[in-house]
């Protein structure tokens, strides 16, 4: 069986997309899109590495670190708004790497009963293709969580790689908290985690609603140009 191409597996995801929401027209609004993100400390934003993509695993903002400490946070984002800032680390505050346990543990203890809150029929959940995200007994539970409104890799409804146009936590939310948490250089961990929460928390619901009418507008844009990569960052607000 011939592997699909990346701009194969971009056209199939986009032409499901838009047949979801041909049938409910609020199917967009229905989606927890889900990442982690690494934030160093004494980073700074290197603006000259803002692109959206690449041939290789594309970065849209790249931190350069002067430190060899560092924050990994996850989140969801959806129209309704975002759920965590969820911080992976050691019960004495270390930060720790993200295996597929430790995600497990988070869905099920942090996750789930926040998602559990929102009273809207028929919400998906998506995810990218890390390894945590998608070992085996990973998958099973989230198969078990959301049958078949899974959007991932190894799930009913399979994310291509390197897909940051169609992320919103890539293509708007990392790279907007991260222009905005080093402007006082955070010297602690706790510091830069409060300059962390402190910028999501004031994200207001408007431009949430806007990051994911977006996501429509690149749906038909990356149909248009037949999956290929889209030449730069289009953002309208």
Not at 17 to 27: R, T
Not at 39 to 54: A, D, E, H, M, T
Not at 219 to 230: E, F, N, P, Q
Request: charged fraction near 25%; proline fraction near 5%; aromatic fraction near 14%.
């Amino acid at each position: 069986m011939n592997r699909l191409t990346p701009e194969q597996g971009f056209q199939i995801v986009v032409e499901w997309a838009q047949n979801e929401i041909a049938v409910v027209p609020d199917f967009h609004k229905r989606i927890f899109f889900s990442d982690e993100a690494h934030f160093w400390l004494n980073g700074y934003v290197n603006k000259q590495n803002c692109r959206i993509w690449s041939e290789a695993n594309p970065q849209v903002y790249v931190e350069t670190p002067s430190h060899p400490e560092k924050l990994t946070v996850w989140c969801t984002l959806w129209a309704g708004g975002i759920i965590g800032l969820y911080f992976f680390k050691k019960d004495e505050g270390h930060n720790v790497t993200v295996n597929g346990d430790r995600y497990r543990a988070m869905i099920t203890n942090f996750f789930i009963p926040e998602f559990n809150n929102h009273d809207v029929q028929e919400l998906w959940f998506q995810q990218d293709g890390a390894t945590c995200h998608t070992a085996r007994a990973t998958i099973d539970f989230l198969k078990d969580t959301f049958g078949d409104r899974l959007i991932s890799r190894f799930g009913p409804v399979n994310w291509p790689p390197r897909s940051c146009d169609l992320t919103p936590l890539d293509y708007f939310l990392w790279g907007y908290v991260k222009s905005l948490v080093y402007a006082d250089k955070p010297q602690t961990l706790d510091h830069l985690e409060d300059n962390i929460r402190r910028v999501i928390a004031d994200i207001r619901p408007q431009m949430l609603e806007k990051v994911i009418e977006n996501w429509t507008f690149r749906l038909d844009y990356i149909r248009a140009i037949r999956g290929s990569h889209m030449p730069e960052i289009i953002f309208k607000m």
